[in-house]
């Protein structure tokens, strides 16, 4: 792991934001270095490397797949977490109760839906009257 990598993974384990995080989490053929399963919120650090355009076209197939697996991604350099960490956790706090209300949103949007029967929306059951 990376010096950036050490500084942020401090704050991210044991629930400090509210949210459980893994570290170096495999999807495909790809190794996410956070991730938040309850989000599907992963987080990359870059450093120097990713600024060279062989790189950063890797990193846009690399994001493509991951979007097309529902991920939501956000990433860093190793510059902001080295120099301003605060603000990354900061940030990287807000997007996850963004999600979660988000996800809760959408959660409460399908249960709300009325069910279908056979294409047709399902009428509610009509009381027998004596």
């Known amino acids: ?39 599907r919120f992963a987080i990359e650090l870059d450093g120097d490397v990713h600024a060279f355009k ?12 991951l979007e097309s697996k529902n991920l939501y991604i956000k990433r860093y350099w190793n510059s902001e977490v080295l120099n301003s960490c605060d603000s990354v956790i900061e940030d990287i706090y807000d997007t996850c109760w963004k999600l979660a209300v988000l996800k809760q949103k959408k959660y409460i949007e399908f249960l709300e839906s009325p069910p279908k029967i056979r294409g047709r929306l ?3 059951a009509l009381a027998h009257f004596k």
Do not use: H
């Open 1 to 39: 792991m990376t010096k950036a990598e050490i500084i942020l993974w401090a704050k991210l384990k044991s629930k400090n934001l509210g949210f459980k995080f893994r570290r170096q989490f495999g999807v495909g053929p790809y190794i996410i270095d956070f991730y938040c399963p309850k989000l």
């Open 54 to 65: 062989s790189v950063k076209y890797k990193d846009q197939v690399r994001q493509k797949f």
């Open 122 to 124: 399902q009428r509610p």
